[in-house]
């Protein structure tokens, strides 16, 4: 690669589907790209929008969100919450200037481990052309002093 | 000053071919608050664990992280060896290297670039981790099982016979259910009444069974283990305990007319009553809506004639209140209303009627004592149309699903029919013949080969009344040519579909339901008799259409799972639950409208005179599931999740 701009994406996802179907996706030893950090989380519906705020202040060029499909969701209701709560955080996501196709959403089940690699590599292309995100790299500084204990 | 231990597995070459663990050692040793920063081949082995536990105890760590698979794999295994070293298991975190990052990623420079950020990501997460205690809450060891059918039935008495307390409840006046209105069982054809009444009669005599007949479910409160349930017994005006059911209340009363539910409105029942002749419990019920006395404040015959003194019309309602550990909902089905296909002239035309109503019809101890008569003049059909999928398969009018049972029953009515009316003829619409299942498919072969069923295979358009007779206009889809018959009697295969009052009745004891009301599963194939509530149970048909042999075996499932449950004096759930903090709370309430669980209740704060000074939110721990969403929805930052705190994931975020 000759010094193409490669982005930092952070994906925030449930235990429950997303997760396991990205671990389907290395026991299919399937191949995507590696610019992606999984968070984990019991549920789509503890993500809070300021992991979102805070994965691109900390310099993030992207945040993906994934759970499980609607009406699969192990906790019944957590998937239609975040999908409610998306909803409403995009228009502000657009509000305070930050592009929301920095922040992409979707369903991926424990078995859909290619749709998580496609998912993840259409995700990177995406975040690719849109550049680095420079929007906070003034607070980034500020932010970065070591989170030491 | 958190010390870290960070422990790095090659996974043989499943990690270390594609990230350069050394590297990737050396780089979290620099890392702020880690202690040890190890790699080795295996870490999940014997000698792996072991030097985990070596550097734990020589190191006095305060967290782990171990780099190597993914936790659904090893968490368990690591913690375990945390907690033999004297760490506190939930201090114990694993950062997935294997299944998410050298198993998905050619590159070695980018993919232990990528190891790296997983590792310092956790080593934040790990250093904010909180010592957990799993949580333990008492059981009670006595089960309700709700709905008095074969499912309910099957469910308390293998409960019981293990040794365990049951409470029976049905709402009917008695035990029984759709099983006991059958007249023959397919594939079998053994009569119904013989393998269910026995049943019946040994559930209401079993001593460690509690049979509440002719009551109903008011409210249940608490979480698995620990259910308080009121049932309301409605009044049956009839003292159970005087009452010896001899009957002689029910030859005596004049209110005859009144359309039988039991028979499917095909016979007549008095005011007082028993659903039928082996109801169990045999106690007489007053039909308050057509008593004459109720009605006219004259009459009393009933009570005249009880030599019991057992009639009591001042009888009230009555409740119960139990304590269970765990609950069984057998609340099963009812069939659709036919009035829904205006075309096949249900409740139009007396002949046309549904399966259940031909069961009571063949029963021996139906309306017609068996004798397969036509409801209009009691003539003997001679030539009987059923029509499958009336309702079932059909996303137009009907309901999208297959009700399973129909392909079997009307195969089974065609025989019925064969044997008591010897020149009759029988001709059968149908879309699919479905007859998976252990001898159903030779069954279905035999209605065809032996008693001669003529299937068609195709849709009915249309039924209507023409000199005596109803004529059944439809399609033969393999000859490609319409088909009209004039037939004396039309049976529909009507669709199974949930109680009237299954969505509301989810609702009262707090599970999840599909858009038809019947009741979800925890997971369709790996746990299909749990709810998504913890202790609570599913059984039959109120789950999805069903069969006997099915609904059997559904209800042996639940019991073991209950009796599973009450092998422990107390049960053991992961700690990762919210917890409130009561200072800060403000009482908005927004975490009570997202708990699944019905988990968080309003709790009054009061001052030493007792005077309510604040109202905050609390969080049973034996309900909360630990799904976050309240966490998410809290306004006042009051709410957080146990091992997925917000400083966690915040630190998490920041570590990468």
């Not at chain 2, 397919?186 to 019946?200: A, G, V, Y």
Request: charged residues 20%; contains cysteine.
């Amino acid at each position: 690669m000759s010094e193409p701009f490669e982005p930092k994406i952070i994906a925030f996802v449930c235990t429950y589907c997303t997760y396991a179907g990205a671990d389907l996706a290395g026991t299919s030893r399937l191949k995507y790209a590696p610019n992606v950090r999984i968070i984990r989380l019991p549920c789509t519906g503890r993500i809070s929008p300021m992991f979102i705020l805070k994965a691109l202040q900390k310099g993030a060029d992207g945040v993906l969100i994934s759970g499980c499909h609607p009406g699969d969701c192990h906790f019944t209701h957590g998937n239609y919450h975040a999908r409610r709560r998306w909803m409403v955080f995009r228009a502000l996501l657009d509000f305070i200037g930050i592009p929301p196709e920095r922040v992409k959403y979707s369903w991926i089940s424990a078995a859909e481990g290619v749709k998580f690699a496609e998912f993840i590599n259409s995700v990177t292309n995406d975040i690719r052309k849109l550049g680095p995100f420079e929007q906070y790299s003034q607070l980034i500084e500020q932010t970065q002093a070591p989170a030491s204990l | 000053m958190a010390k870290i231990g960070v422990f790095i597995c090659h996974c043989g070459e499943n990690v270390g071919a594609k990230v350069d663990c050394t590297k990737l050692a050396a780089a979290l040793g620099d890392h702020p608050g880690v202690a040890v920063s190890v790699e080795y081949k295996y870490f999940c082995s014997d000698p792996g664990q072991e030097s985990v536990k070596k550097a734990i105890r020589d190191n006095n760590l305060t967290g782990v992280v171990v780099a190597a698979c993914s936790p659904r794999m090893h968490e368990a295994t690591f913690r375990k060896a945390c907690a033999e070293a004297g760490l506190n298991p939930y201090l114990c975190e694993i950062a997935n290297i294997r299944e998410q990052c050298s198993w998905v990623h050619t590159d070695k420079d980018l993919a232990t670039e990528k190891a790296m950020d997983i590792t310092r990501s956790m080593v934040e997460k790990v250093k904010r981790n909180n010592k957990l205690q799993p949580i333990e809450v008492p059981v009670t060891r006595r089960a309700l099982v709700i709905g008095g059918g074969i499912a309910g039935i099957q469910a308390a008495l293998d409960i019981a016979n293990a040794g365990q307390d049951v409470v029976l409840v049905e709402r009917e006046p008695s035990l029984g259910g759709h099983m006991a209105q059958l007249s023959e069982t397919f594939p079998t054809l053994d009569c119904s009444q013989c393998i269910m009444t026995p049943r019946m009669v040994e559930a209401a005599q079993h001593p460690k069974i509690r049979l509440l007949t002719y009551s109903e479910i008011e409210s249940v409160d608490g979480y698995i283990g620990n259910f308080t349930v009121r049932v309301r017994m409605k009044s049956r005006y009839v003292d159970i305990d005087k009452c010896t059911g001899c009957g002689d209340c029910i030859t005596k009363c004049p209110a005859k007319k009144i359309s039988s539910e039991f028979d499917c409105s095909l016979g007549k029942r008095t005011a007082i009553y028993t659903p039928f002749a082996q109801s169990v419990p045999n106690i007489p019920v007053i039909d308050k809506a057509n008593c004459i006395y109720f009605k006219n404040g004259k009459c009393k015959i009933c009570a005249k004639t009880c030599q019991c003194d057992a009639i009591n019309f001042d009888m009230p309602d009555t409740f119960v209140d139990l304590e269970v550990g765990a609950i069984v909902v057998a609340t099963g089905f009812q069939v659709q209303n036919n009035s829904l296909y205006g075309e096949y002239g249900y409740g139009k035309y007396p002949d046309v009627i549904n399966g259940l109503q031909f069961e009571r019809l063949a029963s021996a101890s139906g309306p017609t004592a068996g004798k397969i008569m036509r409801p209009s003049d009691g003539a003997e059909p001679q030539t009987v149309v059923f029509i499958q999928c009336a309702g079932s398969r059909d996303p137009s009018k009907g309901v999208r699903y297959c009700s399973k049972i129909c392909c079997m029953y009307t195969a089974k009515h065609a025989m019925l029919y064969a044997h008591k009316v010897h020149d009759g003829k029988t001709h059968i619409f149908y879309m699919d013949i479905r007859a998976a299942g252990k001898g159903y498919d030779e069954f279905s072969r035999r209605a065809i080969e032996e008693d001669e069923a003529a299937y068609i295979r195709g849709r009915v358009s249309k039924v209507w009344q023409e000199n005596g007779k109803l004529m059944v206009r439809g399609v033969d889809t393999l000859l490609g040519k319409p088909v009209e018959i004039a037939a004396d009697m039309v049976v529909l295969a009507t669709a199974i579909v949930a109680q009237p009052d299954a969505k509301e009745f989810a609702k009262t004891i707090g599970i999840g339901y599909d858009e038809y009301g019947f009741y979800n599963e925890a997971h369709l194939k790996l746990r299909p008799v749990e709810s998504s509530t913890a202790g609570v149970f599913l059984a039959g048909a109120c789950q999805s259409p069903k069969d006997i042999p099915d609904s059997v075996a559904q209800a042996s499932a639940t019991a073991s799972k209950v009796l599973a449950l009450f092998s422990k004096d107390k049960l053991e759930r992961e700690p990762v639950v919210a917890t409130n903090n009561e200072v800060t709370c403000a009482g908005c309430w927004g975490c009570v409208l997202a708990c699944p669980y019905n988990a968080i209740e309003k709790k009054d704060i009061v001052d030493r005179s007792g005077r309510v000074i604040k109202r905050v939110a609390s969080i049973n721990p034996g309900l909360c599931q630990g799904c976050g969403t309240c966490v998410t929805f809290c306004r006042s930052n009051s709410i957080d999740l146990a091992g997925f705190t917000e400083k966690q994931i915040f630190a998490e975020v920041m570590g990468l």
